[in-house]
């Protein structure tokens, strides 16, 4: 990875870090994590879109890989992690990988939240 790819993938991580601090700051917090579910949702929404423009044959073709650095690895992966996650799981099931699609679901959420747990309680 070129020196300049690494630029486009901070600067876009920068933006979508500051975009998902500032919906932190807009969307009013209730009995559920309103703004995190907003965010989530909305990153995967973002990703699927741009990987779809991206792929061989999107309007984008395979597009420039410093776009792709800024906006699917920067943006996305600042504004939301979660989008990676989900768009790993949707290629996994359109390689016919249902298994593996599963699997990265029930880890990701199970380890996670396990590893969460422990963080917690080591901190205490």
Known sequence: ??????????LGGALGSVLRA???FVIPAGRLPWATIVVNVGGS???GWLMARFAP???AGEGSMRAQAFWVVG????FTT???????TIEQMQKG???AAAANVVLSVVLCLGATWAG????Q
């Open 57 to 59: 044959g999107g309007a």
């Open 82 to 88: 979660f989008s990676t996650f989900s768009w790993q």
């Open 45 to 47: 929404l973002l990703i």
């Open 22 to 24: 500032l919906a932190g």
């Open 97 to 99: 990988g249902w298994g």
């Open 75 to 78: 943006v996305c992966g600042g």
């Open 120 to 123: 917690w309680k080591i901190a």
């Open 1 to 10: 990875m070129s020196a300049a790819t690494i630029l486009w993938v901070a």
